[in-house]
């Protein structure tokens, strides 16, 4: 007879999958609870004990770390020399392997575990059962996700549980037992933080840190304040990686994942003033983050406000004093270099998709002028600004700008003539050194005749479209001065 081992922690479905593999000939086996389940169901069942000839000990700690197991289980029964070992040791050779493992991550999600629960819930034994069966696909049916075992059934009472199928159990199991491990990390090096609440009260939310990097959010040093919320660790990113975009003085702020309004200067109070006026609106309840050293006269202008987070390399301690009166705001300590290697993931239904972050920046003389109309120098000055801005803005993003600060900012419209219409209509001031920088290209001229009719005199773009040359034809119509860049920066 084949012989099937199970130990369940969860024990959904496990008396109707072992019913059936009894009723196909299968002998099973099994431990501690899922043995005594069994039994009380009336289904036969023996102990991994008759397979060790040894007891469990240790409270259970101890029974399926065995030769006896481990060779049943990952014997290659196409190799003599396997074959032969199992004989002459008279280990029997074990066909099904049904595992899921002690519940760490429930455990240690309850508010009052103790570090020695934590440790107790960590199983041993299933995982070394799970990628030893797993590693033996091609001989050993592996078992971790209950919702397989009906699928299990049909395949072995059809005879067909073949090469594909055991391979993909192969593929759950080392995804199971990784993540498990992840979970282990995560709490025993402390960086798993549990939120009072997601995006919305009603959310349970926890920042996990996979870099205690002093150039990430996740090693930041936080100087002063209450803790951040979800939503302020999301804007908080966001106005640190746009921060660190600029090699002169820069502020950023940012509500609910787009900037408001940036600024730069030949000092980080003169960078802050202009971020301010870029729309002293929007700024109140913000998220603020500067790339040189507060001092106390910024630490003065900001304190002025209501502010949620303050990003800064440094604080003087003029500025710490000013800013620390306010007990609630969240003072951010972090270095601003760029790491060129970050990669960003997004969790989706079923799993999470990973990319490179958008670190590329074009330089004025990767870019292509191409319309009659020449940019002045102010406008250049202008695009540089509003092109490193765009990439930070959902789109589609349009983003109107001078040669110090962003003056209009649209974001996340279902098309870009609502975007440059949000722009425009928010914009502090329009005239002939206001660039308008579009994240994506522009599928027809609307939105040059849109920019035309604001008072725009210059547009960088990305190019792309087979239309492009329609706004092009409409620029110079109009003696717009058009660049395109020949990248675009989607932001979703």
Same mark, same amino acid.
């Given at each position: 007879m084949k012989k099937a081992l199970l130990s369940v922690s969860d024990k959904t479905g496990?008396?109707?999958?072992?019913?059936?593999?009894?009723?196909?000939?299968?002998?099973?086996?099994?431990?501690?609870?899922t043995k005594k389940t069994l039994e009380e169901?009336?289904?036969?069942?023996?102990?991994?004990?008759?397979?060790?000839?040894?007891?469990?000990?240790?409270?259970?700690?101890?029974?399926?770390?065995?030769?006896?197991?481990?060779?049943?289980?990952?014997?290659?029964?196409?190799?003599?020399?396997?074959?032969?070992?199992?004989?002459?040791?008279?280990?029997?050779?074990?066909?099904?392997?049904?595992?899921?493992?002690?519940?760490?991550?429930?455990?240690?999600?309850?508010?009052?575990?103790?570090?020695?629960?934590?440790?107790?819930?960590?199983?041993?034994?299933?995982?070394?059962?799970?990628?030893?069966?797993?590693?033996?696909?091609?001989?050993?049916?592996?078992?971790?996700?209950?919702?397989?075992?009906?699928?299990?059934?049909?395949?072995?009472?059809?005879?067909?549980?073949?090469?594909e199928f055991r391979k993909s159990l192969m593929v759950k199991v080392f995804s199971h037992t990784n993540k498990y491990d992840e979970a282990i990390v995560s709490f025993f090096s402390n960086n798993k933080e549990s939120l009072r609440y997601g995006e919305n009260p009603h959310q349970s939310a926890e920042f996990v840190k996979t870099s205690?990097?002093?150039?990430?959010?996740?090693?930041?040093?936080?100087?002063?304040?209450?803790?951040?919320?979800?939503?302020?660790?999301?804007?908080?990113?966001?106005?640190?990686?746009?921060?660190?975009?600029?090699?002169?003085?820069?502020?950023v702020a940012v509500k609910h994942m787009n900037p408001c309004g940036v600024g730069t200067g030949s000092t980080i109070q003169e960078a802050f003033q202009n971020a301010y006026d870029a729309d002293a609106q929007s700024i109140f309840g913000g998220i603020v983050a500067v790339n040189r050293e507060v001092d106390k006269a910024t630490a003065?202008?900001?304190?002025?406000?209501? &502010?949620?987070? =303050?990003?800064?390399?440094?604080?003087? %301690? +003029?500025?710490?004093? *000013?800013?620390?009166?306010?007990?609630? !705001?969240? &003072?951010?300590? =972090?270095?601003?270099?760029?790491?060129? %290697? +970050?990669?960003?993931? *997004?969790?989706?239904?079923?799993?999470? !998709?990973?990319?490179?972050?958008?670190?590329?920046?074009?330089?004025?003389?990767?870019?292509?002028? *191409?319309?009659?109309?020449?940019?002045?120098?102010?406008?250049?000055?202008?695009?540089?600004?509003?092109?490193?801005?765009?990439?930070?803005?959902?789109?589609?993003?349009?983003?109107?700008?001078?040669?110090?600060?962003?003056v209009g900012i649209g974001a996340g419209q279902m098309n870009r003539v609502g975007s440059a219409k949000i722009a425009i209509e928010r914009a502090i001031e329009i005239n002939d050194d206001v660039v308008m920088a579009s994240d994506g290209f522009f599928p027809m001229s609307d939105t040059v005749e849109t920019a035309h009719a604001a008072g725009i005199k210059c547009i960088v773009q990305p190019g792309g479209s087979i239309k492009d040359q329609d706004s092009i034809d409409k620029a110079n119509e109009f003696g717009i001065a058009m660049v395109m860049t020949d990248v675009r920066h989607f932001k979703h």
């Open positions: 496990i008396i109707e999958f072992a019913q059936n593999l009894v009723a196909n000939d299968y002998e099973v086996y099994s431990t501690g609870g169901n009336n289904i036969p069942v023996k102990s991994v004990s008759e397979l060790t000839n040894f007891p469990e000990i240790m409270d259970g700690r101890v029974k399926t770390l065995h030769p006896n197991i481990h060779g049943g289980i990952l014997a290659d029964r196409d190799n003599s020399e396997h074959v032969a070992a199992l004989k002459a040791h008279n280990i029997a050779p074990i066909d099904l392997v049904a595992v899921n493992l002690y519940p760490f991550e429930a455990t240690v999600a309850k508010p009052d575990v103790t570090e020695a629960d934590a440790i107790e819930n960590i199983d041993i034994g299933g995982p070394t059962m799970l990628r030893s069966s797993a590693k033996n696909f091609k001989h050993v049916i592996t078992v971790v996700d209950p919702s397989d075992y009906n699928t299990i059934i049909e395949k072995i009472k059809a005879d067909a549980v073949d090469y205690d990097a002093n150039n990430t959010l996740a090693g930041a040093k936080q100087l002063h304040g209450k803790p951040l919320s979800f939503n302020n660790i999301k804007d908080a990113d966001a106005t640190l990686f746009l921060a660190k975009q600029f090699d002169m003085p820069a502020a003065e202008m900001m304190h002025s406000i209501f &502010l949620e987070v =303050i990003i800064a390399p440094s604080f003087s %301690k +003029e500025a710490l004093a *000013v800013l620390t009166q306010k007990k609630n !705001l969240r &003072l951010l300590e =972090i270095d601003m270099t760029i790491e060129d %290697k +970050e990669k960003e993931f *997004v969790s989706v239904s079923g799993g999470y !998709l990973v990319q490179d972050k958008d670190l590329l920046n074009v330089k004025k003389e990767d870019m292509r002028v *191409v319309t009659n109309t020449q940019p002045t120098e102010a406008q250049w000055k202008a695009i540089e600004l509003g092109w490193k801005v765009v990439k930070s803005v959902k789109s589609n993003a349009i983003v109107l700008a001078n040669d110090k600060q962003t």
